[in-house]
């Protein structure tokens, strides 16, 4: 399941283009759940990709630079140490 809220966007769809219009202040969240694939591979010269799927197709992509990447690596590691959700 894949959640989307656009915090008051306005698009124009034009000649088959879609083009946001208005004030670039405006923010997102998504939200995936369900997650069924994930995937870690190198993006560009400097980043670290995470990929996460789920059944009905929707897919998410974050890429990180290596302290960030490192950071996600270690706060998993930690919750694996101390919750017992990985049991």
Avoid: W
């Avoid at 369900?34 to 009905?56: C, I, M, N, S, Y």
């Avoid at 590691?77 to 049991?87: C, G, R, T, V």
């Amino acid at each position: 399941m894949l959640t989307l809220d656009l915090e008051s966007f306005m698009f124009e769809l034009k000649d088959g283009a879609v083009k946001h219009i208005g004030p670039s202040n405006k923010t997102a969240t998504v939200k995936c759940y369900d997650v069924e694939g994930v995937e870690v591979r190198e993006f560009g010269d400097e980043r670290a990709k995470l990929v996460f799927d789920d059944e009905d197709g929707n897919e998410v992509q974050v890429a990180l630079f290596p302290d960030e990447a490192r950071e996600v690596a270690r706060g998993i590691d930690d919750l694996d140490a101390e919750s017992e959700i990985f049991e």
